[in-house]
Every structure is written in structure tokens, then in C-alpha cells.
């Protein structure tokens, strides 16, 4: 399985990203394992130190991460609709990045530790669907025109923003649409990036059984954007701002009926939460 995902599966399914949250966080040591088969065979003893690996970090998640969330979510809903969430925007947005380094920095370093008894031949295949997988989403890149790109780029938007609000209105949609076209593109730069990733992990992959070569991938995995080129981190830099302010724009526009949704949504959410911390 390709190693980013290994680490960080388990923290998107942790975050506010998923639908039928409890059914698939207890049964995450099922889950990751069988996503690994996409990318590595693994033998019966390698799947069952996988899952049990998981187990044992979603115990530690439940205790100590979970409460963390259902704080954050009780904050969120107090402020929604008022000018508290454009006060404390940097705020949130640095927690939630704190809890996904968090979980990554707490499994981070036992995958590695199990990566590195894997033999050469499932290394191998492993950087081999690696290396697939990103050429074919490179080619599928090629292939779409700028304008299906930027129609595509503001139908995610969109569908995303009405997952948690409802319906927009026609100057809400308008409010996304400027959003993405005044964003800086990152797709290429992103695609570099990728490559020089990908050849540090196979180098660092070659290196596994050490404790250097374990350095490495670690530092790979928690840091990857050590590789990003400076422009970028510019344009990410750019975007994150311009994020920003569209979002603080679009919260500002909501009508009653969405703010009653998205706290409909932000209570299952901490609703979800609390209960898997009783499931305890």
C-alpha cells in the first residue's frame, strides 16, 4: 500500500470527512488492510500485525483524540453565524491541522517500523503501483482541458460546501465560482513534487532494514512538503488566503435554513464522537 496512505487512512477517517463515521471507524483494522492489498501483497502474519497495529491506535485515538473533537465541535457550534468564526478561523484551522500531525506523528513511526520487513520483491511492487497510480492520474490530467479542470475544480467546491449547508443560492454559486478562478494553479508544480516524493521513498525504502533508512521515511511521511519547490509553497500560500476569505464570505451569506443544517451536521458529527468515546 502506498505509504502515505498507510499512515494517513486512519486520520482522514478520524476527521469530520465521512459518512456512516462509527460503522467504519470500528472497523478501520479491516479497512486498511484491505486497501493495502491495492498495493502490496501482504502474508497473513504481515496483515495480522497491520490490523492489530490499528486496533492499537484507535484505542489511543478514541481516549485521547476524540474528546479533543467534540470540544472543537461544541466551540464551532456556538460561534456559527456570528463573528466569532471570522475571529477564530486561524485558530480552527491550525487545530485541525494540529490533530491530523498529531495521529500522523503517533502512527507514523510503528508503519515504518513494520514497512521495513517487507522483502525486496514486495517493495518493488509496492513502488511499482505507486508509480502507476500517479501516472495515471498525471495522464488523466493531460487529458482534461483547462476549462473541464476549472468546471470539475468548482463542482467539488460546490458539492462540498452543500454537503454541510444545503442548496446555495445563485450568488453563493457566483462566490465559488470567482473563488476558483482566481486560484493559482498547483497541478503541475504538484506532479513535480510527486516525482521527487517518490524517488526519495524508494531510495529511503532501500534503506528500510537501517535505522538511517527508517529516518528517512518517517521524515518523508510526517514532512513531505520539505520537497515542495519555493513556488509551490507560494501558491499554496496564496490559496490557503484566498480559502479563507471566500469561506468567510460564504458563512456571512447564510440564510437561517443553512445555518440550521450545518449545525444539524456539526451536532451527528459530535453526537458520532461522543458515542464512540462511550463505546470505550
Not at 471570522?86 to 485558530?91: F, L, M, S, V
Not at 505507486?130 to 463542482?155: C, F, M, V
Request: proline letters at 2%; a positive charge.
Amino acid at each position: 500500500m502506498k505509504p502515505i496512505r498507510i499512515a494517513f487512512l486512519l486520520v482522514s477517517i478520524m476527521l469530520l470527512q465521512s459518512c456512516g463515521l462509527k460503522f467504519w471507524y470500528n472497523r478501520l483494522d479491516w479497512v486498511v488492510s484491505w486497501q493495502a492489498d491495492d498495493y502490496v501483497e501482504l502474508s497473513s502474519e504481515q496483515e495480522d500485525r497491520l490490523e492489530a497495529l490499528v486496533r492499537e491506535k484507535l484505542q489511543w485515538h478514541r481516549t485521547t483524540q476524540l474528546p479533543r473533537y467534540v470540544t472543537l465541535i461544541k466551540q464551532l457550534e456556538s460561534e456559527i453565524g456570528t463573528e466569532k468564526i471570522a475571529e477564530n478561523y486561524d485558530y480552527y484551522q491550525s487545530t485541525l491541522i494540529d490533530f491530523y500531525r498529531t495521529a500522523a506523528k503517533e502512527l507514523v513511526p510503528e508503519v515504518v517500523a513494520q514497512m521495513s520487513d517487507l522483502d525486496d520483491e514486495q517493495v518493488q511492487e509496492l513502488m511499482q503501483n505507486i508509480n502507476d497510480t500517479a501516472n495515471k492520474r498525471l495522464q488523466k490530467y493531460k487529458k482534461t482541458k483547462p476549462a473541464k479542470r476549472t468546471k470539475n475544480s468548482r463542482e467539488s467546491v460546490t458539492d462540498g460546501v452543500e454537503e454541510w449547508t444545503g442548496r446555495l443560492s445563485k450568488n453563493q454559486k457566483a462566490l465559488i465560482k470567482q473563488w476558483i478562478t482566481e486560484m493559482q494553479s498547483t497541478s503541475e508544480l504538484r506532479f513535480n513534487y510527486g516525482n521527487q516524493w517518490r524517488v526519495a521513498m524508494d531510495y529511503a525504502l532501500a534503506e528500510r532494514k537501517t535505522s538511517e533508512g527508517q529516518k528517512k521515511m518517517i521524515q518523508l511521511m510526517l514532512n513531505p512538503g520539505e520537497l515542495q519547490s519555493p513556488e509551490l509553497q507560494s501558491r499554496y500560500a496564496y490559496n490557503k488566503e484566498l480559502e479563507k476569505s471566500y469561506i468567510l464570505q460564504l458563512h456571512q451569506s447564510m440564510t437561517k435554513k443553512q445555518k440550521k443544517k450545518l449545525l444539524r451536521k456539526l451536532k451527528s458529527y459530535r453526537e458520532d464522537f461522543q458515542d464512540l468515546i462511550e463505546d470505550d
